[in-house]
Protein backbone atom coordinates (compact mmCIF):
# COMPACT_ATOMS: atom_id res chain seq x y z
CA UNK A 1 0.00 0.00 0.00
CA UNK A 2 0.90 3.61 -0.68
CA UNK A 3 0.75 6.81 0.98
CA UNK A 4 0.47 9.68 -0.69
CA UNK A 5 1.18 13.26 0.98
CA UNK A 6 2.76 16.74 -0.14
CA UNK A 7 5.82 17.81 0.32
CA UNK A 8 5.77 21.65 2.27
CA UNK A 9 2.32 23.11 2.74
CA UNK A 10 0.81 26.55 2.37
CA UNK A 11 -1.57 28.08 -0.23
CA UNK A 12 -0.95 27.15 -4.29
CA UNK A 13 -1.60 29.13 -6.82
CA UNK A 14 -2.17 28.85 -10.20
CA UNK A 15 1.67 28.85 -11.80
CA UNK A 16 3.18 27.84 -8.66
CA UNK A 17 5.28 24.42 -8.08
CA UNK A 18 4.71 21.84 -5.59
CA UNK A 19 5.78 18.18 -5.29
CA UNK A 20 3.89 15.26 -4.06
CA UNK A 21 5.58 11.77 -2.42
CA UNK A 22 4.34 8.43 -2.78
CA UNK A 23 6.10 6.08 -0.04
CA UNK A 24 5.15 2.46 -0.48
CA UNK A 25 4.45 0.09 2.77
CA UNK A 26 7.03 -2.35 1.62
CA UNK A 27 9.69 -2.93 -1.24
CA UNK A 28 9.00 -1.70 -4.57
CA UNK A 29 10.13 -4.44 -7.30
CA UNK A 30 11.69 -3.48 -10.29
CA UNK A 31 8.93 -5.13 -11.99
CA UNK A 32 6.71 -2.78 -10.94
CA UNK A 33 4.94 -0.04 -12.77
CA UNK A 34 3.85 3.15 -10.28
CA UNK A 35 1.06 4.92 -11.85
CA UNK A 36 -0.45 8.68 -10.65
CA UNK A 37 -3.59 9.61 -10.32
CA UNK A 38 -6.41 12.24 -9.91
CA UNK A 39 -9.79 12.36 -9.02
CA UNK A 40 -11.46 16.25 -9.04
CA UNK A 41 -15.30 16.13 -6.99
CA UNK A 42 -17.72 14.96 -9.25
CA UNK A 43 -15.56 13.65 -11.86
CA UNK A 44 -14.41 9.97 -12.15
CA UNK A 45 -10.55 8.79 -11.22
CA UNK A 46 -7.95 10.07 -14.15
CA UNK A 47 -4.35 8.67 -15.29
CA UNK A 48 -1.65 11.27 -14.49
CA UNK A 49 1.13 9.76 -14.77
CA UNK A 50 3.08 5.65 -14.71
CA UNK A 51 6.73 5.47 -14.11
CA UNK A 52 8.80 2.20 -14.63
CA UNK A 53 10.26 1.67 -11.26
CA UNK A 54 13.48 -0.40 -13.46
CA UNK A 55 14.37 1.93 -16.26
CA UNK A 56 12.66 4.62 -15.38
CA UNK A 57 10.34 4.75 -18.32
CA UNK A 58 8.06 7.26 -17.73
CA UNK A 59 4.28 8.46 -19.84
CA UNK A 60 2.18 11.30 -18.80
CA UNK A 61 -1.52 12.22 -19.72
CA UNK A 62 -1.72 14.72 -22.11
CA UNK A 63 -2.86 17.69 -19.63
CA UNK A 64 0.07 17.30 -17.47
CA UNK A 65 2.55 16.52 -20.23
CA UNK A 66 5.57 19.36 -20.00
CA UNK A 67 4.14 20.19 -16.56
CA UNK A 68 4.64 17.16 -14.65
CA UNK A 69 7.54 15.22 -13.87
CA UNK A 70 7.43 11.71 -12.18
CA UNK A 71 10.81 10.61 -10.52
CA UNK A 72 12.09 8.09 -7.41
CA UNK A 73 14.52 7.56 -4.41
CA UNK A 74 14.49 3.30 -5.04
CA UNK A 75 15.99 2.96 -1.87
CA UNK A 76 13.51 4.30 0.03
CA UNK A 77 11.01 2.82 -2.24
CA UNK A 78 9.35 5.86 -2.92
CA UNK A 79 8.02 8.07 -5.86
CA UNK A 80 7.52 11.72 -6.86
CA UNK A 81 5.52 13.82 -8.97
CA UNK A 82 7.00 17.29 -9.73
CA UNK A 83 4.04 19.28 -10.49
CA UNK A 84 4.86 22.91 -12.19
CA UNK A 85 2.77 25.48 -13.66
CA UNK A 86 -0.32 24.07 -11.63
CA UNK A 87 -3.44 25.18 -12.69
CA UNK A 88 -7.06 25.76 -11.26
CA UNK A 89 -8.22 22.19 -12.87
CA UNK A 90 -5.34 20.06 -11.39
CA UNK A 91 -7.38 20.32 -8.02
CA UNK A 92 -8.40 17.11 -7.55
CA UNK A 93 -7.06 14.04 -4.98
CA UNK A 94 -4.02 12.31 -5.78
CA UNK A 95 -3.26 8.68 -5.76
CA UNK A 96 -0.50 6.21 -6.16
CA UNK A 97 -1.01 2.57 -7.55
CA UNK A 98 1.16 -0.15 -8.43
CA UNK A 99 0.99 -1.98 -11.37
CA UNK A 100 2.59 -5.04 -13.44
CA UNK A 101 2.03 -3.26 -16.82
CA UNK A 102 3.18 0.31 -18.01
CA UNK A 103 -0.33 0.78 -18.64
CA UNK A 104 -2.71 4.12 -18.41
CA UNK A 105 -5.53 1.69 -17.66
CA UNK A 106 -7.14 2.43 -13.88
CA UNK A 107 -8.38 -1.11 -13.64
CA UNK A 108 -4.35 -2.60 -14.06
CA UNK A 109 -3.33 -0.76 -11.15
CA UNK A 110 -3.57 -2.02 -7.87
CA UNK A 111 -2.05 -1.24 -3.82
CA UNK A 112 -3.81 1.76 -3.64
CA UNK A 113 -3.32 3.33 -0.93
CA UNK A 114 -4.60 7.17 0.59
CA UNK A 115 -4.69 9.97 -1.54
CA UNK A 116 -3.56 13.56 -0.81
CA UNK A 117 -5.95 16.58 -1.79
CA UNK A 118 -3.82 19.71 -4.13
CA UNK A 119 -5.93 22.49 -3.97
CA UNK A 120 -4.81 25.26 -6.97
CA UNK A 121 -6.42 28.52 -6.52
CA UNK A 122 -6.63 30.84 -9.44
Known amino acids: MFSCRRLGGGLVQAGDSLRLSCAAS????????IGWFRQAPGKEREFVAA????????KYADSVKGRFTVSKNGAENTAYLQMDSVKPEDTAVYYCARSSQFTMQTTEYSNWGQGTLVTVSS
Open 51 to 58: MRWSNTNT
Open 26 to 33: GRIYSSSV
